[in-house]
């Protein structure tokens, strides 16, 4: 999942500060906890919506290009947003227009639409880039482990008719049967846009420590091209390709455990499985954490990519439970990787770092562009073999690591 940090913390003194920022913390967990829950449903979506609609997997992978493309058209935006009214009103902003994105899963289901679906899932991910831009999302891991098994259990409730039973359907059946499937995202979306909205109300009244640092923006340095600045240019390419390697990967899981020759379960069920890939990030993150206290930054991510690209091989040219697990594994491996090419992106920046970061998370836009040609891949190849697109994906990042991130500081 991704993660940036866009300021530090303040420094608290005294007692009564420090339990001021503790609460604070304890309120941007919860926060994040909503923002990391929300992403992950997007890899239930798929599966429910190919089903419903009849799409092939690079239509289906529209979704992830309509959610992931916000950060690319909204995270500038967002900056200047905090610039206007502070960061904690952006984060209440934010969480306003999530609320609003999920309420339209509403219409869109009665409808029943995905151009709708796709509409709603681009607001929801406008409000998300906003609370990305405005605060530490170093907690989002909490909300993906538990959401892919909640989502599995309200959304993929029902065993969806085949293709070619709907190809047999009535237009007034098939319209009745999609209306049917479709509805049952209606509940959830509408708990979590109650939920969202009801928490940019406590944000609002809850009384956060200042942050100044986090609303600096517009500074600028030296006429110093950031494009003459190869590890930064490089590293967009990087985080551009892993975002896209791991929501593509995310995207198919659920698919890909149901075939007969991988892990031959249901929908319902491969989602429960889809949380130990998020599930295996979070764990990554602490002991990624722990090694970097002793491990050089680009030694670790070159040697996680490395296995990651393995896992990723392994699954393709295996069947059964070792081509399952193996798939799975990848998540634990991702965990230090978003970071890790982020710090080496924006490294001896100086006055430029606020410009550098930016551009880096406008290459998030990777987890837009990725999935859809992996879906047209799986359309043409097969979804065993479409994984061919991550492998090279996690090989551009270790060639990053070992060497395309060494800082080169223009004259």
Known sequence: MVMVTTGSAPATQGSSGGQTYRAALAMVTTLFFFWGFVTVLNDILVPHLKSIFDLNYTKVMLIQFAFFSAYFIFSIPSAKVIDTIGYKRTMVAGLVTMG??????????????????????????????ALQVAANAYVSALGTTIGPYLGGLFILNANASSSE?????????????????????????????????????????????????????????????????????????????????????????????????????????????????????????????????????????????????????????????????????????????????????????????????????????GGAILPVVQGAIADRVGIHHAFILPVICYLYIVYYAFRGSRPVVPA
């Open 165 to 365: 039973t709907m190809q047999k359907m009535s237009a007034d059946a098939l319209q009745a049967y999609r209306i049917h499937e479709a509805s049952s995202v209606k509940l959830p979306y509408t708990i979590i846009g109650i939920a969202l909205i009801a928490f940019a109300v406590l944000i609002g009244m809850f009384k956060l420590p200042p942050m100044p640092e986090a609303e600096r923006h517009g500074q600028h340095g030296p006429g110093t091209s950031l494009l003459k600045y190869t590890h930064l240019v490089l590293g967009m390419i990087g985080i551009f390709v892993y975002v896209g390697a791991e929501v593509s990967i995310g995207s198919f899981l659920i698919n890909y455990l149901s075939q007969p020759e991988i892990g031959n379960m249901t929908e319902m069920m491969a989602a429960k499985y889809v949380a130990y890939y998020w599930g295996g990030a979070m764990v990554g993150r602490f002991v990624g954490s722990a090694l970097l206290q002793k491990i050089k930054t680009g030694t670790l991510l070159g040697i996680f990519g490395l296995v990651a690209a393995l896992l990723v091989c392994t699954t393709m040219l295996t069947t059964g439970m070792v081509a399952m697990w193996s798939v799975i594994l990848v998540g634990f491996f991702n965990s230090i990787m978003f970071p890790s090419i982020f710090t080496l992106g924006i490294a001896k920046l100086g006055p430029l770092t606020g410009d550098g970061s930016g551009l880096m998370i406008m290459a998030i836009v």
């Open 100 to 129: 609003v994105g999920a309420f339209l899963f509403i219409p869109a289901a009665s409808a029943p639409s995905f151009a709708l679906f796709l509409g709603a899932l681009m607001v929801l991910a406008a409000g998300i880039t």
